[in-house]
């Protein structure tokens, strides 16, 4: 994990919770329209991954169990895990790439009505994602994924001194790589290659040799489209269009998108895709449906997007008319840690990482709200171009006098609470009944997050070793974890 270089460990800060009646009169607890949508409060479950889908992308009993865990405790919005656009295989993640997915959604879309009796409404994040492998066995690189090239036979001969290279069997260059030092390896692979040897490969938006690649303006309209289309036909209330972390829409976005047709560079181009596939989903699904987008308020990569250019996207967003803007912040690929052999680089182990899951081993600012102040400045500029688009801020709130201090000082619209809504689905039922004294707090040290990493089933570990032998429990493929946290006994 990334840690600050002179790290400072902070407490969960104290807090005193409202009386019902302070709560009924807080602005966290009143209604708030999301376009068509009304919230019956501010408040905001952001998407979390559990890893609970089948292998196929399916709804399974675990998923529909978390969702109707997370509705039971009654936030405005609940917006379910990134789900996959693409009819392609992508491991035990959701997806909702044709029309075989939608019973399963719709299930989950009964779940959560019945559980919150009608009232948490329900989002789904869809998302597209490039190809990536896990980091490969030197070995197996070297035989059987490098394509060797004149330009590294060019760079061995000048290496060795020796012009026998350029002619040499391919074989014989594979197994010399493969047998030379890194310092060698070095000087003869180029940059994508030994990443694709150090990380695994991975596909870039700017990877425009790539036909699939260079077509994805193209094409992921029409994918996007589709599959909010499915989602409204499943039951969901909304979409909301994944368009922060390390992901395609991402990508676009980034500062570091360099491509040259019309979808890369100046900031005008970098939003127009994002752009055409809102207006692609938003012609599908019609104007009488929520579509939001999520996007991050910084990169925090070298050359990454700055909060200059989150606002520009913020008003560009608002002006093409979606419903809400999500913001997050970080979680990228280009600052992560190298994983171990096998595994898959994971865009949360750098300081983008970092910035997206804060932690309590942190600078002096520390991880409470610490994205508030870029959510702000992306409000003002939102406000200022004349629109009034609902803004969710997220990051390290827990407290009510948190969420209540950004709505009163208007830095956002509505709270979202991620990490505390998993270690304790109660908080909107138990601040609002004046029983927040009963809150499990969140601790920020994320095991949820390392759960998440290692593709494991996601628990929080302030419950997922309580009452273990609770009759008719699920637990994890571990044995040892429950997948749900116990009941709030009131
Ligand atoms: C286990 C886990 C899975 C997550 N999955 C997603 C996801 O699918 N999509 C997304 O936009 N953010 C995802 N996030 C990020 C959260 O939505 C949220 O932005 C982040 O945890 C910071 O908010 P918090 O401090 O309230 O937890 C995930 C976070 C966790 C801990
Ligand atoms: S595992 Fe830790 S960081 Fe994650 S929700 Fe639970 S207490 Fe919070």
Redesign the pocket.
């Known amino acids: 994990m990334w840690k600050f270089a002179n790290p400072v460990r902070h407490q969960i800060p104290e807090t005193r919770w409202p009386t019902e009646a302070e709560a009924g009169r807080s602005l966290l607890f009143q209604p708030v329209s999301v376009g068509p949508l009304m919230l019956s409060s501010r408040t905001w479950v952001?998407?979390?991954?559990p890893w609970r889908a089948t292998e196929d992308g399916f709804v399974t009993p675990a998923n529909l169990d978390w969702y109707r865990r997370f509705a039971k405790g009654r936030p405005g919005a609940l917006v379910v895990?990134?789900t996959g656009v693409r009819d392609i295989p992508s491991g035990p993640l959701l997806r909702i790439g044709h029309d075989r997915f939608i019973p399963g959604l719709r299930q989950l879309v009964d779940a959560v009505r019945e559980s919150s009796n009608g009232e948490t409404k329900l989002l789904i994040?869809i998302i597209d994602f490039l190809a990536m492998r896990r980091r490969p066995e030197r070995e197996k690189y070297f035989e059987r994924f490098l394509q060797v090239t004149n330009y590294h036979r060019t760079r061995l001969s000048e290496l060795t001194n020796d012009s026998r290279w350029n002619e040499a069997a391919e074989t014989e260059i594979r197994g010399f790589l493969q047998d030379g030092s890194d310092e060698l390896v070095g000087q003869v692979l180029n940059e994508r290659e030994l990443e694709s040897l150090h990380f695994g490969y991975r596909e870039r938006v700017t990877d425009t040799e790539l036909s699939h690649i260079r077509e994805l303006p193209q094409v992921l309209p029409g994918i996007f489209a589709d599959a909010a289309m499915r989602a409204r036909e499943a039951g969901f209330d909304g979409v909301e269009l994944?368009y922060?972390?390390a992901y395609t829409m991402a990508s676009f976005l980034s500062a570091r998108n360099t491509r040259t047709d019309g979808y890369g560079g100046t900031r005008e181009n970098r939003v127009r895709l994002p752009i055409e596939v809102y207006r692609a989903v938003r012609e599908r699904v019609g104007n009488d449906y929520t579509v939001g987008v999520?996007f991050l308020a910084d990169e925090v990569i070298a050359g990454g997007s700055r909060i200059d250019d989150a606002t520009y996207f913020g008003v560009a967003f608002a002006r093409a008319g979606m419903d809400f803007l999500s913001i997050?912040k970080g979680g990228k690929f280009e600052d992560a840690q190298q994983p171990r052999v096998a595994q898959a680089v994971y865009p949360y182990t750098g300081q983008s990482g970092y910035e997206?899951?804060?932690t309590t081993l942190s600078d002096e600012i520390g991880p409470f709200s610490r994205t508030v102040p870029l959510v702000a400045q992306i409000k003002r500029g939102v406000n200022n171009a004349g629109f009034s688009t609902p803004i969710v801020a997220?990051?390290?709130?827990s407290t009510f006098s948190q969420a209540e201090g950004i709505l009163q000082r208007g830095d956002a619209d509505i709270v979202?609470?991620?990490?505390?809504a998993?270690a304790d689905p109660d908080w909107f039922l138990k601040v609002k009944v004046g029983r927040g004294n009963e809150v499990r707090r969140c601790t920020y040290t994320n095991y949820?997050?390392a759960l998440?990493q290692a593709h494991k089933q996601?628990t929080c570990k302030l419950w997922d070793r309580i009452e273990l032998d609770e009759p008719g429990m699920a637990v994890a493929e571990d044995g040892r974890r429950r997948l749900i946290p116990p009941e709030w006994k009131r």
């Open positions: 952001p998407a979390m991954v895990e990134a994040q994944h922060a972390h999520r997050s997206c899951m804060p997220t990051g390290g709130i979202g609470f991620a990490r505390q998993l949820c997050e998440d996601v």
